[in-house]
């Protein structure tokens, strides 16, 4: 498709050049103008129509369509649902899925099953938050504690930045189910 489409351009760009040249060379002959006129229209239709096809198959290259789903993850802070995807694309979503699987084996995201619908990790574009957990028992607890030793097993704590999803509810939220509010 994008072949025919920059043939399609070459050819607008060869009817330029001879509508150019029969206007520069009419020499005051109508016929000669009107032809170089016609060439010349012809030639920037042409070559509109070529970048035009030019850029719609651009769009549904997979170099393109793997480019829209990294943004798309990253605005989504690296989680995307398959609706996600519909929505931001499309009619390409048609042609996503040999791109999502490629993407998948390169080990660039992960799919999983949530809620009845299919969603995209991307590790790599996650939030980093810092957690605080035992390295024994793997119990996490708020950073803002100040401990030293974990209330379960009595291991030591470590602090550490880890990437979290935070659809999954791996993040701490800012009020504690044991505070009163209001």
């Known amino acids: 498709m994008r072949a025919r489409a920059s043939l399609l351009a070459a050819a607008g760009i ?12 009419a020499g005051g002959q109508m016929r000669r103008v009107a032809v170089g006129f016609i060439g010349l229209t012809a030639g920037a239709l042409t070559t509109g129509f070529g970048i035009r096809n030019y850029k719609r198959a651009e769009l549904w290259s997979p170099e393109q369509l793997r480019a829209d789903i990294l943004d798309l993850a990253q605005r989504k802070n690296g989680e995307i649902a398959m ?11 048609r042609v996503v899925g040999p791109v999502l699987e490629k993407m998948a084996l390169e080990g660039l995201s992960r799919k999983t099953h949530q809620g009845g619908s299919d969603y995209f990790v991307f590790k790599h574009l996650q939030p980093r938050l810092m ?27 470590h602090t550490q930045v880890a990437r979290r999803s935070i659809s999954e509810g791996e993040v701490f939220s800012m009020h504690q189910a044991d505070d009163p509010i209001g």
Do not use: K, Q, T
């Not at 050049?17 to 060379?25: D, E, M, N, T």
């Not at 609706?83 to 979503?93: F, K, Q, T």
């Not at 390295?135 to 704590?157: H, K, M, Q, T, V």
């Open 14 to 25: 060869i009817l330029i050049a001879f509508g150019l040249l029969f206007l520069v060379g």
């Open 83 to 93: 609706s996600d995807i519909e929505a931001e694309l499309g009619h390409r979503v």
């Open 131 to 157: 957690v605080r957990f035992c390295r024994y028992c793997d119990a996490e607890f708020p950073i803002s504690e100040e401990r030293d030793d974990c209330p379960n097993c009595g291991g030591a704590l």
